[in-house]
């Protein structure tokens, strides 16, 4: 696997949009994720975008990659209280043992009334 | 996640004894993992199963082990409990397709 990073903290108004950012280094990685993990939960699967798309949409959620930059991007439109959690995004990377996933440390998003 | 259970959820233990965290599947996935999370670390894995009785060793596996004896079990061990394992664990599942991870709930495991 290689690096994945994140920004730390990202503070919006309710309403608003979000955008989290995320790099990646591994430029074989054919599948980037995101995930989303709220307080006292577990990982929950958001979204995936496969390494041949520029950008994939979802209700709220567009996913934008850059993939000559190895630029991952989540902007969540219309952003509500219930968004405030974690989000990590993830690159993955084959083994003879499977697929594999290279986590970021995760961006913590406070959505503020 | 219904598919994923984690037990315990909550653990205390002491310095020195010996500590195993348990995943339970229902959704007949072939790969298995444990992570652990920590504040400035995200997530990084332990060990991770290929099948049963395949496992192998992932980034900081120093101090642990497992055991995959049937598809739907994966054992994780502290053979002798330290503080630096005081951390919140995470099992996750997964198939050969590459549609992500499925995750537990996760274990809070405190050594004191």
């Known amino acids: 696997g290689e690096d994945v990073e994140q920004s730390l903290f990202l503070s919006v108004r309710e309403g608003d949009s979000s955008v989290i950012n995320c790099t990646y280094t591994?430029?074989?990685?054919?599948?980037l994720y995101w995930y989303k993990q709220e307080p006292g939960a577990g990982l929950q699967l958001l979204t995936y975008i496969f390494s041949n798309m520029d950008m994939k949409q979802d209700q709220r959620l567009t996913v934008l990659l850059n993939k000559k930059d190895k630029h991952l991007s989540l902007r969540i439109a219309d952003t509500q209280t219930g968004d405030s959690a974690i989000y990590f995004c993830a690159e993955n990377y084959g083994t003879n043992a499977g697929n594999m996933l290279t986590f970021g440390g995760g961006t913590r998003l406070m959505v503020k009334p | 996640d219904a598919g994923i259970t984690q037990s315990p959820r909550h653990k205390v233990t002491e310095t020195g004894t010996p500590v195993t965290l348990r995943c339970h599947q229902t959704?007949?996935?072939?790969?298995m993992y444990w992570y652990r999370q920590d504040p400035g670390h995200g997530l990084r894995l332990i060990h991770y199963?290929?099948?049963?009785?395949?496992?192998d060793k992932g980034e900081v596996s120093d101090g642990y082990s497992v055991s995959r004896s049937k598809t739907e079990d994966f054992l994780l061990t502290l053979e002798s409990a330290t503080s630096s394992q005081t951390s919140v664990y995470f099992c996750?599942?997964?198939?050969?397709?590459?549609?992500?991870?499925?995750f537990g709930s996760g274990t809070r495991l405190t050594v004191v």
């Open positions: 959704e007949n996935h072939r790969y």
């Open positions: 996750a599942t997964g198939t050969d397709t590459n549609y992500g991870y499925t």
């Open positions: 591994d430029s074989s990685s054919t599948y």
């Open positions: 199963s290929y099948g049963v009785k395949d496992t």
